[in-house]
């Protein structure tokens, strides 16, 4: 029993007649009737009576008829299915953000890929910039959002958005009420700085100091923008880093962010050069650039703006 034959017996049961099942089918009259010949012989029943106005189905038609319409239905689903699987993208793609970005995008960006590309599993990794670069030399991160300025000859970068350096500190702190900062205005104040001493923000921070031919007065040095959250919080003293670090304590009222004039930080996508990504990840980058695109427009990344391609 072939599924040609289940197809064959299929359609001449719907039209009840041998011509125009044949003229549907596309296939010559006598042919078709070969194969439902052959077709009740290798079932050793009769399936169809036949007379001058067409066909009708016996009994063991009638039964037949229903399993041959499941296997049918089942073969064109496994058909669909293997098809989607040469036009879908799939398979595991991993993702790195520092830890703000993490919480601040990678939910959003995860409920959109899976929604949009079902096939795809993500894994999504955390560290520090410097960190995500190596990861992206070594293979283990195939798309990352880096903090810049970031050096274009070792990455295929595609630029998202920039972000303006904040002093973010308690409601009534020094300087919590200023509209916007100059660099030189925070010179006396106990900072908190955030981020590994070879990172983006410091080498930002450092070329400040080094143009105000001042040194700002660090208290402490925090790994993670979590932790300098909670100093500030707890009266350490105001922390340097974006407002989107500290979203939901100014939305409640606890912290104020206001921003450093003639400092920021760039976020740029990037894949590593030289290496051939799959369609999953240029399907996945090209996703992540509209959802920041979208989180833009709504004024859902605080204090961010698009960072054009220079």
């Known amino acids: 029993m072939e599924l040609r034959q289940l197809r064959y ?18 296939v010559a009259q006598p042919a ?6 052959k077709l009740e012989a290798e079932l050793r029943l009769r399936l169809l009576d036949r007379h001058a106005r067409g066909v009708s189905l016996t009994a063991e038609g009638e039964v037949l008829l229903a399993r041959a319409e499941a296997l049918i239905a089942e073969a064109e689903a496994l058909a669909t299915e293997s098809r989607a699987l040469r036009t879908e993208p799939q398979g595991t793609v991993t993702l790195g953000f520092s830890p703000s970005v993490a919480g601040l995008f990678g939910g959003r ?13 993500l894994r ?34 595609a630029p998202l958005l920039e972000e303006p350096l904040c002093l973010i500190g308690r409601p009534g702190d020094p300087l919590m009420g200023e509209a916007g900062l100059e660099p030189a205005a925070l010179a006396g104040l106990p900072l908190v700085l955030t981020g590994p001493p070879d990172g983006p923000m410091q080498r930002v921070l450092i070329a400040a100091q080094a143009q105000m031919g001042q040194a700002f007065d660090v208290l402490a040095q925090v790994d993670t923008a979590a932790v300098g959250v909670q100093l500030v919080l707890a009266g350490v003293g105001p922390m340097i880093d974006v407002a989107a670090v500290a979203q939901a304590e100014v939305a ?59």
């Open 9 to 26: 017996f299929a359609a001449v049961s719907r039209h009840r007649h041998f011509g125009r099942a044949a003229a549907d089918l596309r």
């Open 252 to 310: 409640a009222g606890r912290l104020v962010a206001v921003p450093i004039a003639g400092l920021q930080i760039q976020r740029y996508l990037a894949r590593a050069k030289g290496r051939a990504g799959s369609d999953a990840v240029a399907r996945l980058s090209s996703l992540m650039r509209d959802c920041v695109a979208e989180m833009l427009s709504e004024g859902a990344w605080p204090k961010a703006r698009t960072l054009s391609q220079s």
């Open 124 to 157: 999504i990794t955390t560290g520090a910039s410097p960190v995500l670069e190596s990861w992206i030399h070594e293979g283990r991160v195939d798309i990352a959002i880096l903090n810049g300025p970031t050096d274009p000859r070792h990455f295929l970068l």
């Open 32 to 37: 078709l009737s070969r194969q439902i010949a």
């Open 109 to 121: 960006f995860a409920a959109l890929c899976l929604r949009r590309y079902p096939r795809i599993r």
